[in-house]
């Protein structure tokens, strides 16, 4: 059995109010995840989350766009912040730009997303309300980790619900925000402990390796 190395000092990028990122101070105050939130960067200033993060007593940075600046640039700007924290896990957690390939690629491995669907259903934006227009019966969360292809990281855990006939797209998003606030908390938790890691592009929880993501039911409440 191979056990990863262990990756205990999380950077979590954020744009707006970062409920999976209190989930996750959440989970390590609470012992669940044994690393630490070692900062919380926004590339918007006014991110809700940022001063949520900083009133936990985290470090947080806002990296905005300045005008005309490259993706390249801003995003070498991005990894020089992340690194001067020592951070070994990327966690996105609502960050809403598209990172630049070599940012990607730099921290491949390394950099985990959540997305609000199941992919590789709904890639994407508005992906509640793309659930209803295609009547799926089932919706969900995904943990992934992060490749250059948007949202098309191999998925380490899933979590699904019933989609009912009086759902629409905010229940929707109140429901799977639930799922998520669990799903990612613990798979960051997985990564934390050196149990998960990638190994020859496949996500490995305790040595094994995941042919498909792991998939757990939640009711409705
Ligand atoms: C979540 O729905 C997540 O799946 C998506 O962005 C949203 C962030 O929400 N990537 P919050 O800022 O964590 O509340």
Redesign the pocket.
Known sequence: MSIARPARRIAVL????????LALLDACARGDVAGEVVTVISDQPQAA?LSKAAARGVPVEAIPYEPGESRHDHDLRLRRAIEQRGADLVV?????RILDVQFVQHFADRML????SLLPRHKGLHTHRRVLEAGDLVHG?SVHYVTPELDGGPCVLQGYLAVRAGDDAESL?LA??RI?HVIYPRVVGWAASGRLTILDGLPTLDGVPLQQPLREEFARS
Not at 113 to 116: F, L, R
């Open positions: 954020i744009s707006g109010t970062g409920s999976n990122m989350g996105l957690a609502g960050y809403m997303n959540i997305h609000p969360a998003r799977v925000h998520e």
